[in-house]
């Protein structure tokens, strides 16, 4: 089985480059019985990570999560792969956590899923080891975009992931394609990934007016987007 995994990151310090890299290290290594294709979108300049590609975004657009993740997963390296991960760069893989997805996917019919954080979904009432919505940001929180892990044949529906929103409620118009579509979500609980949380977005490397503008300055684009979903 082969697996496409994106890291976003934007490593301006040691400590940054080092958590990409631990990334990288616990994606692999946690699960030996895949075979994963590693791509880090890398916002640095001349950084290189073991057991990854490494490829630099366009300075001529502002940051977009979800047009990045669109832009590299249509690079040549994932051709073949039966399934991608999109992910963060602040993320710790357990055991088996992408066997442990595809197995759950198959038996669900699920294109979608996404892993158990332990500390978010420490709540989660599991049924028959998954809990199934779309839920972003209450209740069980199916749609963690720190971690979206994704048959590739979903692409042949839903086409590009939607880029409405830059960072902030990203996930959230995620999981309105899903329903959209009628495309099935489950978050599995013995798939688990530690979510070491916006460690970039806290860090020095983000100012307060770009942190601003990412965070609560989405909120305008969410509610516009909506609209334009409701009519």
């Avoid at 040549?76 to 595809?102: Q, V």
């Avoid at 500390?119 to 028959?128: L, M, N, P, R, S």
């Avoid at 209740?139 to 839903?158: A, E, K, L, N, P």
């Avoid at 394609?177 to 990934?193: C, S």
Wanted: proline share 3%; aromatic share 10%; net charge negative.
């Amino acid at each position: 089985m082969t697996v496409g995994v994106i890291f976003l990151s934007l490593a301006a310090t040691p400590e940054l480059r080092v958590m990409t890299q631990k990334a990288v290290n616990s994606c692999i290594s946690s699960d030996p019985d895949i075979k994963f294709k590693v791509l880090v979108c890398e916002g640095i300049p001349g950084i290189k990570y073991a057991g990854a590609k490494v490829i630099n975004p366009s300075t001529e657009k502002p940051f977009n999560y979800n047009e990045y993740m669109n832009t590299c997963r249509s690079h040549y390296m994932f051709e073949g792969c039966d399934y991608i991960a999109l992910c963060n760069n602040d993320l710790l893989f357990g055991k088996d956590w992408a066997t442990n997805l595809i197995k759950k996917m198959k038996e669900k019919d699920a294109l979608s899923a996404c892993p158990m954080e332990p500390t978010i979904h420490a709540h989660v009432k599991f049924e028959d080891g998954v809990s199934e919505g779309y839920k972003v940001t209450a209740g069980d929180r199916h749609v963690g975009g720190w971690c979206i892990f994704q048959d590739m044949s979903i692409y042949s529906i839903t086409g590009d992931l939607n880029t409405e929103c830059s960072f902030w409620h990203s996930d959230v118009i995620y999981s309105m394609q899903l329903k959209e579509n009628a495309i099935r979500h489950i978050l599995v609980e013995e798939a688990k990934v530690h979510h070491l949380t916006s460690q970039t977005l806290n860090s020095h490397v983000i100012n307060d007016q770009q942190r601003e503008v990412l965070t609560y300055g989405q909120d305008k684009n969410l509610v516009a987007f909506q609209a334009t979903q409701n009519n």
